[in-house]
């Protein structure tokens, strides 16, 4: 049996994410206290006392949900199941700084502020209300890429999470993706809705963050892994530091490669996939895409204890 930490991404934040860790767990809470000490703000009290709107927003849900990640991360670690008890580590976009800092490549404070940058950079990359995203369910990837392609007529449409093999996300101009919906439709989607985002992720819309972000990673160390990384953009295991840096960069405009990167660690021998934070969203995908996957949601002090009996 191999397993895989998997960390979520942006939409599965909630108000009070991580506070029964923070209470139950010394080192828990210290990942917050850092996280507040790097932003030079209580972030966790906007987490666990602040408004869903607020937190929500894209430059306090990434550091805060990275933080939540790590809190239960080092839960468990308090209970004796390390990051040394898987065999690699993966995130779905903004989740895999988290993956980064739970083996190490990167320091906690530095992924907050990182992630804080990125959070900000990708809001302002496009003036709110001209980019949208839209959730294609029923199709596969390679037919929305078609229907991405089709509804573009001159401006961005690109498959931008290929979340699951009947869940693809399209992001780009907010013509484009609402045309998107009617081809969909037309071709056979379950459902097209668009997504309450608040700016174009993973298309070539956001390479304006993705430049603010070369600069801010070019300052940051980065130390080689404790676990190979299979990384979103390339859906394959990753361990040299600078190469890290460059993917992540490419993150910001390319397309969140999760069905394949799980089918790459099927493939690799993963057959337990622990979904480390808020929510469950991954472990659904996961378990769509690899049938014969164990998953294991680890977000509250109950989930931890389950996990170390």
């Known amino acids: 049996m191999s397993r895989a930490f998997v960390f979520p991404g942006q939409g599965a934040q909630t108000i009070g994410m991580g506070r029964a860790l923070a209470e139950a767990y010394p080192a828990a809470k210290a990942v917050f206290d850092e996280v507040d000490a790097a932003l030079g703000e209580k972030l966790s ?17 990434q550091p805060a949900l990275m933080a939540t990640s790590i809190a239960a991360l080092r839960a468990l670690e308090s209970e004796g199941i390390g990051i040394e008890t898987a065999s690699f580590v993966a995130g779905h976009s903004l989740g895999e700084y988290s993956a980064l800092c739970a083996v190490g490549a990167l320091d906690l404070s530095d992924t907050a502020r990182l ?26 990837f390679a037919a929305a890429t078609e229907v991405a392609a089709e509804a573009a007529q001159g401006e961005v449409c690109q498959a931008a999470n290929d979340n699951d093999p009947a869940q693809v996300v399209v992001s780009g101009h907010r013509g484009a993706v609402e045309r998107a919906l009617e081809i969909a439709k037309a071709k056979g989607a379950k459902r097209a809705l668009l997504l309450p985002v608040s700016a174009p992720f993973h298309c070539t819309l956001m390479q304006p963050a993705a430049a603010v972000m070369n600069e801010a990673l070019a300052g940051v160390v980065i130390h080689t892994p404790k676990l190979p990384i299979v990384v979103n953009v390339r859906a394959e295991a990753v361990t040299e530091p600078d190469r890290i840096r460059a993917l992540l960069v490419a993150q910001v405009t390319g397309s969140v490669r999760w069905r394949e990167s799980v089918l ?46």
């Open 264 to 309: 790459w660690m099927e493939g690799a021998g993963v057959t337990e996939f622990w979904e480390i934070g808020a929510g469950k969203a991954l472990s659904g995908m996961i378990k769509r895409t690899a049938s014969g996957a164990v998953t294991r949601a680890v977000g509250t002090p109950e989930d931890v204890l389950a996990a170390k009996g």
């Open 115 to 140: 992630l804080r940058i990125r959070g900000q950079a990708m809001q302002e990359a496009v003036p709110v209300g001209v980019g949208a995203m839209a959730a294609l369910l029923g199709l596969d």
């Open 45 to 61: 009290s906007l987490i666990w006392e602040g408004s869903i709107e607020d937190l929500t927003l894209t430059k306090n849900a």
